[in-house]
């Protein structure tokens, strides 16, 4: 029997996972949580459409304005390189602004680069449109990992948290499908209707903002706690965990825990003043294992090659043999295919299997696959007559890469970046993280040509299996469990470095001592999860 006397004796063990207030059976999903994940995600259809519908216009474009392939490579690429001032601008909007009108930013910025691109006369016409869409494209991939994580409840984080990853594949497809749908038009016609439908993603974005909350934790840090609470309510999976949350974040924000007002004053320091100091000057341990582990995730996820891949589908698939137009693009539309369905499965393994396994058997996937393609490239090169088994064997490990790399590598790079930093430090070391993704990104796409050309394009690929073995073994030192864990309490397993696993044991049997003595304990105490109230 509960016993509900006495409640001024409350405590509350140090260990408090969120999971202490769920039932033994699992939650639903919340739906309120998951249509706003949904939308915030849709910012990530921009970069995927822009990236899959450059792969199959860029020819058309060379073409039609004359340029020569270095200008093309600066086309495909640049727009890596310019989402980085769009990345870096959006993390401060974000704090100031808020994270709702950063996604209408985003929108309307990626609106204008489209239009620009599809009327573009001249290179430098292109290179505006370039330009601008660039901007769009940083607001996008750094607000919406940011948002979804601040609203989303524990036991689903993973879980929407990859949604940005699904939109990005769902936007790569849809580039892929345009490009094949439209390459009958003629040459200067069919590219600014490819790059064209771009415009469309953002109408509807902004529209469906508009029915979207404001992320509780930016409310929180402007002092609005009636709403910020009204929000969490709606998004946690309890009231008792929507309170919990409510009061990790005013703890977080220098707010008293008592403190229950509507609307309340914070500290400047609550705005996000400074934090820079902490990132360069004097990080403590846990910041600088923290920042070490969001912006190394993104490196190894692009200098693997994956944008490569992605963004020359034709030109590698004509390496391989294929020397039909229309065929190379069908085959791009196959890897747009595999990309989607394999981001959708990790999407339900992340809650359920953890980031680490899926993080290390996905980048173990890549090695053998990038290894394979390489191989097989090699062969194809240096044959006098065509290898049908290295032309095979080589499709299907580009399709294989592809889909370990959503699996896992994908997905996991934003899911991990964006939840383990403190809530303080959030907004700028997601931006940092996701300009070190962008710069890898552009580093690589506006250089893989031309690497093609100095060590052969199988070389490139063996090159990029160096990078993921070695990405194998950072992840597998530095990476804790993240599963499970409230956003602040995780960051109690960082700042140990390569000593985390004995951290993660201390507390694993910290809750099982406080788990047995929650047990024996039947003289008025209630036991829920690891967490003793008496």
């Known amino acids: 029997m509960m016993d509900a006397k006495k409640p001024e004796n409350y405590q509350f063990s140090d260990e408090r996972p969120i999971e202490a207030f769920d039932s033994p059976r699992k939650p639903k999903r919340n739906k309120y949580a998951f249509a706003c994940a949904m939308l915030a995600s849709m910012t990530s259809i921009l970069l995927g459409y822009d990236v899959g519908v450059m792969s199959g216009a860029g020819p058309f474009i060379q073409d039609d304005l004359k340029i020569s392939d270095v200008q093309l490579e600066i086309v495909m690429g640049i727009i890596e390189l310019y989402s980085l001032l769009g990345a870096a601008a959006a993390g401060r909007t974000s704090d100031w602004v808020g994270r709702r009108y950063t996604i209408v930013i985003a929108a309307a910025l990626f609106f204008a680069g489209a239009l620009f691109s599809a009327v573009a006369t001249n290179y430098a016409i292109l290179m505006v449109g370039r330009f601008i869409a660039g901007l769009g494209v940083g607001f996008a991939l750094l607000i919406a990992p940011v948002y979804t994580t601040e609203l989303a409840p524990a036991s689903s984080r993973g879980f929407l948290t990859s949604f940005p990853e699904v939109f990005i594949n769902a936007g790569v497809c849809l580039g892929f499908i345009s490009n094949y749908a439209f390459e009958n038009l003629p040459q200067n016609l069919g590219w600014r209707v490819m790059v064209g439908l771009g415009v469309v993603p953002p109408i509807f974005l902004g529209l469906g903002v508009l029915t979207m909350p404001e992320s509780p934790r930016w409310l929180v840090l402007q002092g609005r706690l009636g709403e910020a609470k009204r929000i969490l309510d709606k998004t946690s999976d309890s009231k008792e965990e929507a309170q919990l949350r409510l009061n990790e974040i005013k703890e977080a924000a220098g707010i008293p825990e008592e403190c229950n007002d509507d609307v309340v004053q914070v500290s400047k320091r609550s705005h996000g003043e400074d934090v820079w100091k902490e990132f360069f000057i004097r990080p403590t341990p846990t910041v600088l294992h923290i920042l070490i582990c969001g912006v190394g995730i993104h490196f190894f996820q692009q200098a693997s090659g994956i ?145 093609t050309k100095a060590i052969t394009t199988g070389g490139a690929f063996f090159l990029f299996m160096g990078v993921a073995i070695a990405s194998w073994i950072f992840f597998y030192t530095l990476y804790p469990e993240t599963q499970g864990k409230t956003l602040e309490e995780m960051q109690v397993l960082f700042g140990t470095f390569f000593k985390w696993r004995s951290t993660m044991r201390e507390l694993e049997n910290n809750k099982v001592v406080s788990k047995e003595d929650s047990n024996s304990d039947s003289d008025g105490h209630i036991e829920l999860g690891t967490t003793t109230i008496g």
């Open 307 to 451: 944008d490569a891949v992605v963004l020359y589908s034709p030109k590698i698939f004509g390496k391989a043999g294929i020397t039909s137009n229309s065929h190379k693009l069908l085959a791009t539309v196959a890897v747009g295919f595999c990309k989607t369905v394999f981001v959708l499965v990790a999407t339900f393994l992340l809650d359920r299997v953890g980031r680490r396994p899926l993080l290390l058997s996905s980048v173990g996937g890549m090695i053998v696959s990038l290894g394979t393609l390489g191989t097989c490239l090699t062969i194809i090169d240096r044959s006098q007559k065509k290898v049908m088994w290295a032309v095979a064997l080589a499709i299907v490990s580009m399709l294989s890469f592809v889909s370990t790399f959503e699996i896992g590598m994908g997905p996991i790079a934003w899911v991990y970046s964006s939840e383990i930093f403190p809530l303080r430090l959030r907004a700028q070391g997601t931006a940092m993280g996701t300009a070190m993704n962008r710069l890898m990104s552009g580093v690589i796409s506006m250089t893989f040509l031309s690497l």
